[in-house]
């Protein structure tokens, strides 16, 4: 009797013995890959080809999840302040239409090849919250071209480009030439501020 | 000055239009989206445009009207307020000369309750 | 009509099968290889000028754009932009030079050249 007791102990250790081994195994043949796909060139980062569908995926949808686990509700006047909508214009004619178009306003034709793809942003109120647009254009978005703008702009400058995202989707393409037309002359250079990021 | 006023008129909507899209300020305009329902059938939407919520829609000569709730320009041209939707229901040739939708002889009460209800579809 | 032989049969109808393979996965015409490899190209590039942001498409990850119309089932539509007849020519020179048909309208020139606005056309077309 006391012979099978111990016969019984001994095969539990040794299943959890061979459980642990496997999951070692496992363990070790996930970084080995890993670390594989790092050193041997095997992943492409070619710009001039799209991601396989679900790498696409995946970065576009952590993205998504990032940025909404992170932002903070940003409350603007209702109705829009027009002196900060305006503003927002100005920087983002200046500094976000090469990349992301406007209204009858195309990107500048090398954007197309990036990857990710920078949007046209006339819908982008509707798809994200005034807070999560303040945050993709504070912090910008790794691994992608957003930079982070906090690095040459104020808080209250982002919010006014927020305004602007927000009064975007009312704006004709005639209404957004006629800004262009009324601020055509760009304004005296300023030392950027600190960043403020 | 025209700037100004222009920019304030666009604030103004904008907050509206922007953020929550056209249906909140389809009440304000007074369309009733069930009314409009019944007169898509009338005027024979249908056989340009695949409609949902109205069986017999399935035209192929216009874009289909799914989502037109949340649809940020009408053809491409005017932003979607419920305003500019109406007007483009009743008089598509004054946004859009030359296309293929035409003008639809009809009261003004029943175009917004048309717009109504497209701007129910999401 | 004479039953093969059973010992006939079974290579019988192997061949058969043999012969049926062969003839349906037989290499396309050169035409069709250049059609799908424009189709394929017209996918890349509807991705790479970022229509989703402004449209909904079919086939393309994250395309779910409300500024413009959905763009599925665009082979069977009469008309594009409500004004030209859609024809895949029409077609190209819209997705060209947008501001030529619709003055003043939302879609910019975006700078693709004529093969590029022909292939994202087929593309375009392909999505039923």
């Not at chain 1, 989707?169 to 055509?184: G, H, M, W």
Request: hydrophobic share 45%; charged share 20%; glycine share 10%.
């Amino acid at each position: 009797m006391a012979d099978q007791g111990d016969t019984r102990g001994e095969h539990r250790r040794r299943r959890l013995a061979d459980g642990a081994a496997c999951y070692l195994a496992g363990v070790v043949t996930v970084i080995a890959l890993g670390l594989a796909i790092v050193a041997t060139g095997a992943f492409d980062v070619s710009a001039s080809a799209p991601h396989i569908r679900v790498v696409g995926w995946a970065l576009r949808t952590t993205m998504v999840n990032s940025v909404k686990a992170r932002a903070e509700p940003l409350p603007l006047e209702a109705p829009l302040d027009p002196a900060q909508v305006r503003a927002g214009f100005r920087i983002y004619d200046r500094e976000c239409a090469p990349c992301h178009g406007g209204p009858g306003v195309p990107r500048d034709r090398w954007v197309s090849g990036l990857i990710p793809t920078p949007p046209y942003l006339i819908d982008a109120s509707r798809r994200w919250t005034p807070g999560e647009l303040f945050w993709i254009v504070r912090h910008g978005v790794k691994m992608t071209a957003m930079p982070a703008w906090c690095v040459q702009r104020s808080d209250a400058e982002l919010k006014s480009v927020t305004a602007f995202l927000v009064a975007l989707p009312a704006l004709t393409p005639e209404a957004y030439a006629r800004l262009r037309a009324a601020e055509a002359a760009p304004p005296a250079a300023e030392a950027p501020p600190p960043s403020s990021c | 000055m025209l700037m100004r006023e222009a920019l304030a008129a666009l604030a103004a909507c904008a907050w509206l239009a922007g953020c929550a899209g056209p249906a909140r300020e389809a009440g304000a305009l007074g369309g009733d989206p069930g009314r409009g329902a019944m007169l898509i059938v009338r005027y024979g939407c249908a056989g340009c445009h695949e409609i949902p919520g109205i069986g017999a829609a399935r035209g192929e000569v216009g874009p289909p009207l799914d989502g037109m709730g949340e649809r940020v320009f009408i053809a491409g041209r005017v932003p979607n307020t419920p305003a500019n939707l109406s007007r483009w229901v009743r008089r598509a040739q004054d946004v859009l000369p030359g296309g293929a939708m035409p003008n639809i002889d009809m009261g003004e009460q029943d175009s917004r309750d048309i717009a109504a209800y497209l701007h129910t579809l999401r | 009509m004479p039953k093969l032989s059973s010992r006939l049969q079974v290579p019988g109808l192997g061949f058969l099968a043999g012969a049926v393979a062969l003839v349906s996965c037989a290499p396309a015409s050169q035409a069709q290889r250049q059609a799908d490899a424009s189709v394929e190209r017209g996918r890349r590039l509807v991705g790479q000028f970022a229509c989703g942001s402004c449209h909904q498409i079919p086939g393309v990850l994250g395309a779910d754009g409300t500024v413009g119309p959905p763009l599925r089932g665009l082979a069977r539509r009469s008309a594009i932009a409500g004004l030209l007849d859609n024809t895949p020519e029409n077609l190209t020179s819209f997705i060209r030079l947008p501001q030529s048909v619709v003055k003043g309208g939302v879609m910019p020139d975006m700078g693709l050249t004529e093969a590029e606005a022909a292939d994202a056309a087929a593309y375009l077309l392909s999505r039923s």
